[in-house]
């Protein structure tokens, strides 16, 4: 059986596009992480939100897009843009206080709090497989985090609430899912974002000085190339060929804490990482599954 979206398949390029962004994603992170030494997590989400809108905005204007850039759905297009913002912060302020590779570890959880969330929001049924898995998920942050334990450190909510904003975002744009461009979603987030970290970066405000100024632009120039990779990715292979390479974040986040910050991950989160990708594994693959059958039933 053939058809146009399989013809047009190009997995190995799209699976390069995701590597690719996955590496850009880790830079801003390191980028923030060193912020965090001198400003607090607010101000450095801040400059993050800066370079992203003047980016999104300069794409649009570039590509003459700015007519085009109003939305069907604004509701739903805000709720979206205050969950990247959530996920953004919570991320950032775990940073100022765990090892890269267990942050990003532990926000690995947020393909299980999609299946979650799929339930209320979307109208999904969630067999008992899915639900196991889950389950397995939630056991690996346990393996990572330990609480109960002296080596239980209180930071590690922090990726989980990123983990779980995030999961809002994606169960969002599953939902308006055909109504707006990649770009409108993309404005939308990070001028919702500025808008409210500029409300709100004043009442923490720490004057940056020109390091700080230049690993801003950092964090939100990766940040944004690396979104990019992804939109660019999944026009490329589809998402049930894409999702087992998510995990190399993790690879990334590991090297990069290591060369910069002489982190070196333990084996608790090691463990708990490969509980986590596993369970995330499991369920891409059963929601693959799902997809499948009920087309062959349509």
């Not at 204007?61 to 805000?78: D, N, V, W, Y």
């Not at 999904?124 to 196991?132: A, D, H, L």
């Not at 994606?170 to 770009?183: A, C, E, F, P, Q």
């Amino acid at each position: 059986m053939t058809d146009l979206s399989i013809a047009r398949d190009r997995p190995l390029r799209g699976i390069a596009l995701m590597l690719a962004a996955l590496a850009f994603f880790s830079c801003s992170d390191a980028a923030s992480k060193l912020l965090t030494a001198g400003l607090p997590a607010l101000e450095v989400a801040w400059l993050r939100f800066c370079v992203f809108t003047l980016l999104m905005l300069a794409t649009a204007a570039f590509t003459g897009q700015m007519q085009e850039l109003r939305s069907k759905r604004p509701f739903l297009q805000a709720l979206r843009a205050l969950a990247v913002l959530g996920s953004s912060i919570f991320f950032i302020m775990g940073l100022a206080f765990l090892p890269m590779a267990e942050a990003t570890a532990v926000s690995f959880i947020s393909p299980m709090i999609v299946t979650a969330l799929s339930i209320p929001i979307l109208g999904e049924t969630v067999g008992w497989r899915r639900w196991s898995a889950v389950a397995v998920g939630l056991i690996g942050v346990l393996v990572i985090v330990r609480p109960g334990v002296g080596a239980f450190d209180i930071a590690a909510i922090f990726p989980l609430l990123s983990a779980a904003s995030w999961a809002v975002a994606l169960v969002v744009t599953r939902k308006m899912s055909g109504s707006d461009g990649t770009l409108v979603s993309l404005v939308y987030a990070a001028g919702i974002g500025l808008l409210i970290t500029s409300a709100l970066v004043p009442f923490t405000w720490v004057t940056p000085e020109w390091r700080e100024i230049w690993l801003g632009l950092i964090t939100g120039g990766a940040s944004t190339i690396a979104q990019w990779l992804v939109v660019l990715a999944f026009q490329q292979a589809r998402a049930s060929v894409l999702a087992p390479f998510s995990y190399s974040q993790l690879i990334w986040s590991g090297m990069l804490g290591y060369v910069i910050f002489g982190n070196v991950p333990d084996r608790w989160t090691l463990i708990g990482a490969t509980v986590i990708i596993a369970s995330g594994l499991y369920t891409a693959h059963r929601e693959r599954t799902i997809r499948v059958t009920s087309a062959l039933i349509k």
